[in-house]
């Protein structure tokens, strides 16, 4: 079957760094996503990945491992505004995505 | 912009009624999708449609229609409600069925079944 497993919850510091793993069984792999969803809104995108390595954006950053099925998004320089969920979704070889449960991240101050 | 739309915002349903939630996009997007979402899962699709007059079946369809007459629009049909179809539904477009897309979503259908 296909799976894709994420941490339910954490928890962090206003101004510190989190990085939120990521990781995949699917059938064939043709990319990566992450999404941020605040609570109560629709999911936003926020990076994709394809190859190997890491994709830069401004405070976020998304890392691949294909022959790991490993992803992390990291989030640097926090800000109360980043408490939301953060899904992983990987697109198989049907190009439908696969989604995580999703990580609830609570920024305290 | 509008970019997605959806409609209602939120719905409470007697079981066995039917419901059709609506969905337009007026980004002229060929990929469009309707997702349920429910506490403790990650968004599960329901059908799909990669082009306008044709859809496909996605994880979860059980219950569910779509129809795909034109680019803009995709309704989705709950023919006879039952509880289990309590849930939140997400509608979303992207510029193509396959490559590497980013998919916009609607701000999200609340049901209640009861």
């Known amino acids: 079957g296909q799976n894709i497993d994420q941490p339910t919850e954490m928890t962090a510091t206003e101004g510190a760094i989190v990085q939120i793993n990521c990781t995949y069984q699917?059938?064939?792999?043709?990319?990566l996503f992450w999404y941020q969803q605040h609570a109560g809104e629709a999911p936003t995108f926020l990076s994709y990945?394809?190859l190997d390595g890491l994709e830069e954006k401004g405070r976020f950053s998304s890392f691949l491992s294909r022959s790991k099925g490993y992803s992390y998004l990291l989030l640097k320089e926090l800000q109360m505004k980043d408490s939301a969920s953060y899904h992983c979704?990987?697109?198989?070889?049907?190009?439908?995505?696969?989604w995580g449960a999703g990580t609830k991240l609570i920024i305290k101050p | 912009t509008a970019g997605i739309t959806q409609a209602p915002t939120s719905q409470i349903l007697a079981a066995g009624r039917s419901m059709t939630l609506r969905c337009t996009q007026d980004?002229?997007?060929?990929?469009m999708y309707w997702y349920r979402q429910d506490l403790g899962l990650g968004l599960r699709l329901i059908h799909y449609?990669?082009?306008?007059?044709?859809?496909g079946k996605g994880e979860v369809p059980d219950g569910y229609s779509v129809s795909r007459a034109n680019t803009d629009d995709f309704p989705l049909t709950l023919a006879s409600a039952v509880p289990s179809q309590t849930s939140v539904y997400f509608c979303?477009?992207?510029?193509?069925?396959?490559?590497?897309?980013?998919?916009?979503f609607g701000q999200g259908t609340r049901l209640t079944v009861v």
């Open positions: 979303a477009s992207s510029d193509s069925g396959d490559g590497g897309t980013e998919a916009f």
């Open positions: 980004m002229r997007h060929n990929a």
């Open positions: 449609s990669n082009t306008a007059g044709t859809t």
């Open positions: 699917t059938s064939g792999f043709n990319g």
């Open positions: 990945n394809v």
């Open positions: 979704a990987v697109r198989d070889s049907n190009y439908q995505l696969i």
